[in-house]
């Protein structure tokens, strides 16, 4: 990397007329997020609330390969090894903070996911206000292929996607493109990539009283069929089953190719993790807003991180050694204590989320 490159900022803050441009900066590691990354964008989203000039926030990331990867998760493994659980639950204070700031940001929020949208990704561009996807978009919560589980307000989107589309995203980590987050409830309009730059220039010089939305609208274009969405017989019949293993039983009775996969999938994640997961899910859908989901989120979170070998040694076998090979403990589902997911939703953790 060159001197140039490594002294320019993580997060790119502009205020052209009445748009506030928030860029995510840091294109060699897919605009991972970090501590620093998500206080520079609360502190311009703190000023711009403040300044009667700005009309619109727009947040994007830098290059074409996405918006964001998610967090920095060789940062919360370094955490985790080190005993320093205080660090770790400050990162997710923040981080839960912001999403929460996003949804409920007086101004309107439009989020460019361009490319890789995951994990933290989802956490800002889930709950903007005006959420933009392109046709190289790839967006997931694929938190179970670590040994955790969805978080950033994540459940909230994954408890009120159509039918049990939640819980199978969830607990598979599967990858939406366009068309099918659109159909999840995770994107309101798709815009071709090579239209963004037109779209950022026509939300630059709008003419009042035209919004936000209006202007999307001049360049969306309607998805294709959602591959995810045709898929639903299977998916709902399959995922609606009370427990994990219930799941992959009625997976294996389909008899179906893609049922059959996502069995083998299953088999293969941390036991600990699809079973919080699946209860998280469900546990969302009767609760009342983002911040209570964020809230049921951080315990189970910190849970993880500071009781739990599975996360560390997800992050060891994906992002460490790369071996791609956890052992997780337990290593079925057969092994699993029938209070694990009483357990996790009964921790408390050692500091309040909301001040």
Not at 98 to 121: C, H, W
Not at 186 to 201: N, Q
Not at 332 to 348: M, R, V
Request: a negative charge; charged letters at 25%; glycine letters at 8%.
């Amino acid at each position: 990397m060159s001197e140039a490159a490594e002294r320019e900022p993580s997060v790119l803050i502009r205020r052209s007329g009445g748009l506030g441009h928030v860029r995510l900066n840091r294109p060699r590691a897919l605009n991972a997020l970090d501590l620093t990354m998500i206080r520079l964008i609360a502190a311009a989203l703190e000023d711009w609330e403040h300044d009667p000039d700005v009309g619109i926030v727009l947040l994007d990331g830098a290059g074409e390969r996405g918006l964001c990867a998610g967090g920095d998760v060789r940062g919360l493994y370094d955490q985790i090894v080190g005993g320093d659980a205080a660090a770790t639950a400050a990162f997710f204070r923040e981080e839960y903070a912001l999403n929460a700031r996003i949804a409920e940001y007086p101004k309107p929020v439009v989020v460019f996911a361009d490319g890789i949208t995951m994990g933290g990704g989802i956490g800002l561009a889930g709950h903007a206000a005006v959420r933009v996807v392109t046709d190289r978009s790839r967006l997931a919560m694929p938190e179970t292929r670590i040994g955790f589980t969805p978080d950033v307000g994540g459940t909230w989107l994954l408890a009120h996607a159509p039918g049990r589309l939640g819980e199978y995203l969830a607990l598979t980590g599967a990858s939406m493109d366009a068309a099918d987050a659109v159909a999840a409830g995770f994107a309101d309009h798709l815009v071709r990539a090579e239209h963004l730059a037109d779209l950022h220039d026509a939300l630059l010089t709008r003419a009042d009283p035209a919004t936000p939305t209006e202007l999307v609208l001049l360049f969306d274009e309607t998805p294709e069929a959602s591959a995810l969405a045709a898929q639903r017989p299977w998916i709902d019949e399959a995922f609606a089953a009370g427990t994990v293993p219930e799941i992959i039983d009625r997976l294996r009775a389909r008899g179906e190719d893609a049922a059959s996969a996502t069995a083998d999938l299953l088999g293969t994640l941390s036991p600990t993790a699809l079973t919080v997961t699946l209860e998280a899910v469900r546990r969302a859908r009767a609760l009342p807003n983002l911040r209570a989901a964020l809230e049921q989120e951080y315990g189970l979170v910190l849970w993880f991180a500071t009781t739990q070998p599975d996360l560390r040694e997800g992050i060891r076998a994906q992002l460490v050694d790369k071996d791609r090979n956890p052992s997780w403990r337990p290593a079925t589902l057969d092994e699993l204590p029938t209070d694990a997911a009483a357990s996790a939703f009964a921790y408390t953790p050692p500091t309040a989320l909301w001040d």
